[in-house]
């Protein structure tokens, strides 16, 4: 079982940047694949990028590809998600999400999840 609690969100002005951070906390973080998701008031969770458990492999959501960056640090149990160029239409509680197998975009297939942070960008 794994312990997920994420950092860095906040208010940034958008065309800024922000680093979220997760920190893991558990068995075995290396051997569990990454996701990070975001959730807009009325909307649906959805998929932001995805890293696995070597950091050998990455994917993104259309809507972030080029922008954001997800990297994952398994002597310290943390996966950042850095976030540039932010427009208002990225403002969301991010979640970050844990799974013991490869990366996947469907949130249903995460088996533990973080509480969240917020994000807010200002236009």
């Known amino acids: 079982q794994v312990q997920l609690v994420e950092s860095g969100g906040g208010l940034v002005q958008a065309g800024g940047s922000l680093r979220l951070s997760c920190a893991a906390s558990?068995?075995?973080?290396?051997?569990?694949?990454m996701g990070w998701f975001r959730q807009a008031p009325g909307k649906e969770r959805e998929f932001v990028a995805a890293i696995t458990w070597s950091g050998g492999s990455t994917t993104y959501a259309d809507s972030v590809k080029g922008r954001f960056t997800i990297s994952r640090d398994n002597a310290k149990s943390t996966v950042d998600l850095q976030m540039n160029i932010l427009k208002p239409e990225d403002a969301a509680l991010y979640y970050c999400?844990?799974?013991?197998?490869?990366?996947?975009?469907?949130?249903?297939?995460?088996?533990?999840w973080g509480p969240g942070t917020q994000v807010t960008v200002s236009s």
């Open positions: 558990g068995r075995a973080f290396s051997s569990y694949s």
């Open positions: 999400a844990a799974r013991q197998d490869v990366w996947s975009r469907q949130a249903a297939a995460y088996d533990y």
